[in-house]
């Protein structure tokens, strides 16, 4: 008999192995966190960590984002690497989004008179093997996006590079772009138009496969042909998330750093460019970017020390002091950014009922955001009613937005359904009772019997934002509204919910949220016109409306702040996604010898301005 | 004098008692077992009958209530939305046992029919059989459930299914061995030569008269699963809201454990630890009496 239950003696003691476990888990409710008053993070002076966020794996390097690689930690790494021809960005640490000239390849520019083109000069850099950095490495770009402009996730027609109707090199440190039309400048510099262009090492990148030798005569980019033979062979590289740190191209760069490791679960590892001669250099020798999947595993390691510049969960401001004396300064990291769930408005079963503006408003007046960013993210949050960040006073947003015209009121929302022709059922959840389109039915080809059940795919990794879920999903069911959550991590959100036709096997998707650390971080402009235009390359549900579309061009184009106010407010009575409290970026923890850290509204990082 | 030799020689007295009689009065004399048994009743009837006792919504989130100490009206405080933390241990549990009991079973039904046929059959038949047995038991559990688990969100009943189908692999050895042992016994020899089918061996003999390992396995794996719930929860990838588990309200809370929101973790854990320690003792017991059966 003994012989007989020996593997059931064996799975006992795995049992109580595992029993004990719990033990542990539940006894450390009753540890304190405190420990010595030493620095945090790594003792090495000339080396430092970086904790990216929660479930988010970089996982694209070319300077030219392809749809699913567009999370921001992939243009700072980007910049690291490849310094870009405008740098736009909210380092310097007041909070304000501005020209960055240290960080830019061009020394100036100058717009002409009647403002339809400008006039760029570069630094005098170099690449890393030597070569000089020069126009023809920015016409090299500006080719490449031309050619393959439907495959750059940042493309909406009509902007850059539609809106460049000649390149005209000068020398080759000067040249000139001329517009289709006179735009306004702001815009211009900042909104995803000049910023974005890189120069890119045109005598190293030319090719079309490994072996070929760039012949930078032959102005192979100059054809379409040639420039989208090139952009496939690049692209295929940069799918290659393995071969990064050993894939010769992307060793030819200009920026404060190179890469010496790059794995496909998120470790990164820059060491200094030692060839760099540029005006933003390096201090730090080393910087490493550290992935986590969950925001706990990664306060435990600011707890161990473990990282230099990390994060905590908002809901554990309250023990600042005690991290104070780990090290750590404390301090959130306000994001220039809104965050919300988009709808797909393609999806075959719900997308005709979510075109009806009475189901979207049902559904915003079933979210508590004030409840939600006071008590659910400790008040690390700001809650948001329209396109506009609300959480840094600005002149963008409009007095619709700011006044919020769909309070929290389940009831209203029950309402809002019960009168268009749904039902309750026994289940809680709203039929449509009564199609068709009269003004007591559920509208336009939402069929009898639909039932308001809805799927929301949901960034993994975060117990607050599993709370805000839980807190929605309730809300939601008290309006006669379903919610089921399935969460996976946030590359895979992005994979999972794509721009789509409702005969799209990749369509069933129907909410979407990858908002833990902020869904969108605008440019200095924030116009929107790459979330909310038709077709916009992060238009994830396929939203539509001509007058949006007129008011973003108008914003584009207008010297005056009067069309992005009314965008504002057009956007917060559609409701073109479910409108969030925007969560601050992350709630830093940064050691307390690590100087020169600002934390950029755009969620960028800029380690090459560290030191200790 | 004379009437005390009369009782010792009553007729009664020379009856021996039936082995069943045997394990009961072994298994009552067992402590820990019974402390166990006492745990588990007390676990089932905290989790199913509570509620009807300590009238809590755990369907709908309370963020005005989020966070609260333990006090007269939530005894053992609320959670980060607002649930009563005492009524989410009931709920919890109702999920936990529920998990536990149906996937235990399970995976004793499954590892019995496989672990008997393979005994039986002998032969290729048994080597494949349990060389997948083999296969199996190399690949950890905890690695397949996470793998599942991430593919497909898993409800209450494809939980009992997933665990149920990973955890039958050492009943279905036991059960080899214990048929190993009973298909040379003579009444199974008599029932093939008086033209008896396979299946009846199996059915009606093997598996009858293994039901003490059966029994003793069933409360092992039974625990086993209880853990495996945790587990899965733990991770974040358990039962999904409003619904919860013990491992799941363990997970929640343990983000809180630094805030010194003790009541979120301390209560969930001592459950599983209590639940998961009294199915083990009972196992103990009802092996230690089927161990004295049999020698009787």
């Excluded at chain 2, 676990?43 to 209530?65: E, I, K, R």
Aim: charged share 15%; with cysteine; net charge negative.
């Amino acid at each position: 008999m003994t012989a007989r239950l020996g593997p059931v003696a064996r799975g006992r003691a795995v049992g109580l192995a595992a029993t004990a476990e719990a033990a542990l888990i539940a006894l450390t409710a009753c540890t304190s966190g405190s420990g010595p008053s030493t620095s945090g993070g790594s003792d090495h002076a000339d080396t430092v960590s970086y904790a990216l966020p929660a479930g988010v794996v970089p996982n694209w390097i070319l300077p030219i984002s392809t749809p699913g690689h567009t999370n921001s930690n992939n243009y700072s790494i980007q910049n690291l690497l490849w310094e870009p021809l405008i740098a736009y960005n909210g380092s310097s640490g007041s909070g304000k989004i501005q020209f960055d000239p240290k960080a830019s390849v061009a020394s100036s520019y100058t717009f002409s008179p009647d403002g339809t083109s400008v006039t760029i000069t570069l630094n005098d850099m170099k690449w890393s093997d030597g070569e000089p950095v020069t126009s023809r490495d920015v016409e090299f770009w500006f080719n490449l996006v031309t050619a393959n402009k439907t495959k750059w996730a940042r493309y909406r027609p009509g902007a850059m590079p539609d809106d460049v109707s000649s390149f005209t090199t000068v020398d080759d440190h000067t040249f000139t772009l001329t517009f289709d039309k006179v735009y306004n400048q702001n815009w211009l510099l900042s909104d995803n138009q000049l910023n974005e262009i890189t120069p890119l090492p045109y005598h190293a990148w030319a090719k079309t496969s490994a072996d070929a030798t760039v012949d930078t005569s032959a102005d192979l980019d100059r054809t379409t042909a040639g420039a989208q033979a090139i952009f496939s062979y690049l692209n295929e590289q940069a799918m290659d998330v393995s071969s990064y740190s050993s894939n010769p191209l992307w060793k030819v760069v200009d920026g404060p750093y190179t890469l010496s490791q790059f794995t496909t679960t998120g470790q990164v590892t820059f060491v200094k460019n030692a060839h760099y001669d540029g005006k933003d250099p390096a201090s730090i020798g080393t910087v490493k970017l550290l992935p986590f999947t969950t925001v706990d595993a990664e306060e435990n390691a600011v707890r161990a020390k473990e990282v230099d510049y990390g994060y905590i969960a908002p809901t554990d401001v309250s023990q600042k002091s005690t991290f104070t004396r780990l090290g750590y300064q404390i301090e959130p990291w306000k994001g220039w950014a809104i965050t919300y769930i988009p709808y797909n408005f393609n999806n075959p079963t719900l997308g005709a009922a979510f075109k009806q503006l009475y189901v979207r408003q049902a559904v915003q007046r079933s979210i508590d955001q004030k409840n939600i960013a006071g008590v659910i993210w400790n008040g690390a949050a700001t809650p948001t009613y329209g396109p506009i960040p609300q959480g840094t006073p600005n002149d963008f947003i409009s007095s619709t937005q700011k006044t919020n015209p769909y309070p929290y009121d389940p009831s209203a929302a029950k309402k809002l359904l019960t009168s268009h022709g749904w039902s309750i059922g026994s289940d809680g959840i709203a039929a449509c009772a009564q199609p068709g389109t009269a003004d007591d039915q559920c509208g336009a080809g939402v069929a009898a019997g639909t039932t308001l059940s809805m799927t929301l795919v949901s960034q993994s990794g975060s117990t607050v934002t599993d709370n805000m879920m839980s807190t929605i999903k309730s809300s939601l069911a008290k309006a006669g509204i379903g919610l089921t959550v399935k969460d996976v991590p946030a590359n895979e959100v992005l994979a999972q919910t794509p721009k789509c036709t409702p005969d799209d096997a990749a369509c069933s998707w129907q909410l979407s949220f990858f908002g833990t650390a902020g869904s969108w971080y605008f440019p200095a402009y924030p116009t929107g016109d790459q979330l909310f235009y038709s077709g916009g390359p992060t238009n994830f549900g396929s939203y539509a409306d001509s007058q949006v579309d007129s008011l973003i061009e108008q914003s584009s184009s207008s010297t005056s702040n009067e069309p992005i106010q009314q965008y504002s407010a057009a956007l917060t009575k559609q409701l073109p996604v479910i409108w969030l409290p925007n969560p601050d970026y992350q709630v830093s923890a940064v050691s307390t010898g690590l100087k020169g850290v600002t934390q950029d509204p755009l969620s960028r990082f800029h380690p090459q301005r560290w030191s200790w | 004098m004379s009437t005390v030799v009369e009782s010792q020689f009553e007729p009664r007295a020379l009856v021996a008692p039936s082995p069943g009689r045997v394990m009961l009065r072994r298994f009552l004399r067992n402590r820990v077992a019974i402390a166990g048994a006492v745990v588990i009743i007390l676990a089932v009837v905290f989790s199913f009958a509570g509620p009807l006792l300590w009238h809590t919504d755990q369907t709908h989130t309370d963020l005005t209530a989020a966070n609260l100490a333990p006090s007269a009206r939530h005894p053992l405080g609320t959670d980060a939305v607002g649930f009563d933390e005492l009524g989410r241990l009931m709920v919890g549990g109702r999920t936990s046992l529920l998990i536990g009991l149906s996937a235990g079973i399970l995976a004793t039904v499954i590892g019995t029919v496989w672990g008997s046929v393979a005994g039986y059959a002998g032969g290729w038949v048994e080597a494949v059989m349990m060389r997948i047995v083999d296969a199996g038991i190399a690949i950890p559990a905890l690695f397949i459930l996470l793998v599942i688990a991430a593919i497909a969100q898993p409800n209450t009943a494809g939980l009992v299914l997933i665990l149920g189908l990973v955890s039958w692999l050492v009943p279905s050895r036991l059960m080899r061995a214990e048929t190993l042992s009973l298909k040379h016994s003579d009444y199974i020899q008599t029932l093939r030569a008086i033209g008896g089918s396979h299946a009846r061996a199996i059915v009606h003999h093997i598996v009858p008269n293994s039901v003490s390992t059966i029994v003793v396995a069933v409360t092992f794996q039974i625990a086993d699963s209880i853990l495996l719930v945790a587990y899965v929860s733990y991770l974040g990838l358990g039962v999904k809201s409003p619904d919860t588990d013990w491992g799941g309200m363990l997970s929640q809370g343990l983000s809180q454990a630094y805030n010194g929101r003790w009541w979120l973790i301390v209560p969930a854990g001592l459950v599983i630890i209590l639940v998961v320690c009294a199915f083990n003792a009972i196992g103990d017991g009802l092996r230690d009496s089927f161990e004295v059966g049999g020698r009787r």
